[in-house]
Every structure is written in structure tokens, then in C-alpha cells.
């Protein structure tokens, strides 16, 4: 059977949050390695301990160019990264993207950032530790294209308005976005992160419908047909 919906229902949500939030200005970052700096250490954990992190990256002067973080041994970067959680692994990973970059790019972003979204995309999901979530955001944010970056608060949220079910996975969710937005970064930036807001403050796992921007769930039901 074929998945529809209607068009507008998503430009309509994406309309209500904008309105009752504002901007998000995302993402939180000075530069674009550190983008994808942080788009690395927040996997699995809050954006506050990643902030600390980020922290003391900059204290200790090693943010400022993949050259820099490339050079500190794996134990120190693990200590500097701590606040995130999981630093062992996050230090590999990162570790593996400075690899992937300095042996493809010659460790230059800028060179990176002249590849193409599919084959960028393809070259970053290869990086051990990269998954789909954690690339989207550095091709959204980091690299400004327009990509749809889905995340569990966006699985919550349009789950609970039928507007994707729950046995869809993460491309099937990101096409659904995809399919049924105009194709722009700017709206892809500031939609995933009213999604994140609206997951943090309302959509919890016990949902506050009565104080909600989208108001009564069914106003909003758009089935897949
Ligand atoms: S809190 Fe209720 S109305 Fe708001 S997004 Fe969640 S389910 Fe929908």
C-alpha cells in the first residue's frame, strides 16, 4: 500500500511551533568542526554534559582546528570529552573521524565540505561510529544541505500523531519529511530543533497536551493511508 499524507500537515505543524517558540538559533556552535565535535558527543546523552565537554575542549585550546584534537593522545582527549559520557568510545570515534578526514582530506574541512551530499553522506556513514542520526546533523548543520535529521523525540511526536508508525525506520521516517517539505536547509534546521523542544518540554513520555503548541492530538491525526 502507499504511504500519503497530506502535504501541508507538516508545514502546518512546523508553522505552530515556529510561531509559539521562535527560533532555536541551532546549532550551538562557533565553527563547524565543532558542530561536528558535538554532534559526536551528544550521542546518547544531554546537551548540557556535552556542553561541558565542548568546555573544556576550549580551555585546553584544541577545538580550534581538527589538526589540534588529531594530535592529543587518545587518554587526554578521553579525559577533556568526560562530562559526555561514554568518553572511551565518543574519543575513539572522534579519533576515527580525524583519521577518515587527514587520510581523504588532508584533514581539511573546507575540502570536505566541497563533496557532494550523497557521497558526503555515503563517506561519513562509513566512518566507524557515524550512524545515520549523528550524520545527518553534521550534513544539516555542519555542512548546511538540506537533510532531514530524525531523532526519537521526532519518532514520539509524529507516532503520536499518526503520521508515522511505530515499526517505520529512520529513512522511512526521514522520507516521509522529505517527501512532503520543500527541500531547504534553513526549514530542516529550525524544524528538527522545534521538534527537540517541544520533546523536551511537552511531548515527554507522559505527554502535556493542555499546555501543547499543537494543541488537541486529534486536530492534528493525518493517518498514513
Ligand atoms: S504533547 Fe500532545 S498535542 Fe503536543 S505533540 Fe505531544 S501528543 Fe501532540
Not at 556552535?29 to 554534559?49: C, H, M, P, Y
Request: charged share 30%; net charge positive; proline share 4%.
Amino acid at each position: 500500500m502507499r504511504k500519503r499524507i497530506n502535504r501541508n500537515v507538516l508545514l502546518s505543524i512546523y508553522k505552530k511551533l515556529y510561531k509559539f517558540y521562535s527560533s532555536q538559533k541551532w546549532w550551538p556552535a562557533d565553527t563547524r568542526f565543532e558542530v561536528i565535535v558535538g554532534a559526536i558527543l551528544t550521542q546518547n546523552t544531554s546537551w548540557k554534559n556535552v556542553e561541558k565537554a565542548i568546555k573544556n575542549l576550549k580551555k585546553a585550546n584544541v577545538l580550534s582546528s581538527p589538526y589540534r584534537i588529531g594530535r592529543l593522545k587518545k587518554g587526554e582527549l578521553s579525559r577533556l570529552i568526560k562530562p559526555a559520557g561514554y568518553y572511551n568510545v565518543k574519543a575513539e570515534r572522534l579519533k576515527n573521524f580525524l583519521t577518515f578526514l587527514t587520510a581523504e582530506y588532508s584533514g581539511s574541512l573546507n575540502k570536505l565540505s566541497h563533496q557532494k551530499t550523497e557521497k558526503l553522506r555515503q563517506e561519513l556513514l562509513g566512518v566507524n561510529g557515524i550512524g545515520p542520526e549523528t550524520c545527518d546533523s553534521i550534513l544539516l548543520y555542519a555542512f548546511k544541505r538540506p537533510v532531514f535529521v530524525v531523532d526519537a523525540y521526532t519518532k514520539r511526536i509524529f507516532e503520536r500523531h499518526k503520521i508515522c508508525n511505530k515499526d517505520l525506520d529512520y529513512h522511512q521516517i526521514q522520507k516521509i519529511f522529505m517527501d512532503n517539505l520543500p527541500r531547504n536547509y534553513k526549514l530542516y534546521n529550525e524544524y528538527h530543533a522545534l521538534i527537540v523542544r517541544l520533546g523536551k518540554e511537552v511531548c515527554r513520555k507522559l505527554p502535556n497536551c493542555k499546555i501543547c503548541p499543537l494543541g488537541k492530538r486529534k486536530v492534528l491525526a493525518n493517518r498514513i493511508l
